[in-house]
């Protein structure tokens, strides 16, 4: 594991972890500016094992005072119904049963579109 500071000058201060080993190597990075107050998170993953992976993502936040317009989409679950979708399938899956704390007795349960790929073959 490498942790190191990857500053050449200027308003940015960059902090990198990485960590390597046979099968591969993963690098986190954290920058702030000071000048602008941004931050910048990046990842990069490859795998050195044979499965031929890499993943390189990053996202960048700076400040802003201009009001935002959030609206939701249509058809969008909130967190708290994923969640509860993602609790009851494993929960069936491992007793066979639905769990009377998140339903009313005799309620019947049916996935959302979002989730019936990956509960294909669960009766819900």
Do not use: H
Not at 18 to 33: C, I, P
Not at 66 to 74: D, F
Not at 81 to 106: F, H, K, P, R
């Amino acid at each position: 594991v490498d942790v190191s500071l990857l500053y050449e000058g200027g308003d940015e201060f960059p902090l990198r972890i990485k960590g390597v080993s046979d099968d591969g190597e993963a690098a986190f990075t954290f920058a702030v500016n000071t000048k602008d107050q941004s931050a910048e998170i990046k990842i990069d993953a490859k795998s050195n094992d044979g499965t031929a992976y890499t993943v390189k993502g990053s996202i960048k936040v700076s400040p802003n005072n201009e009001p935002l317009n959030v609206q939701k989409p249509e058809g969008a679950l909130s967190l708290i119904e994923v969640m509860g979708t993602i609790y009851e399938a494993y929960n069936q899956s491992m007793t066979g049963q639905y769990d009377s704390q998140l339903y009313d007795e005799g309620q019947s349960y049916t996935p959302t579109p979002l989730f019936e790929g990956v509960l294909n073959g669960f009766e819900l």
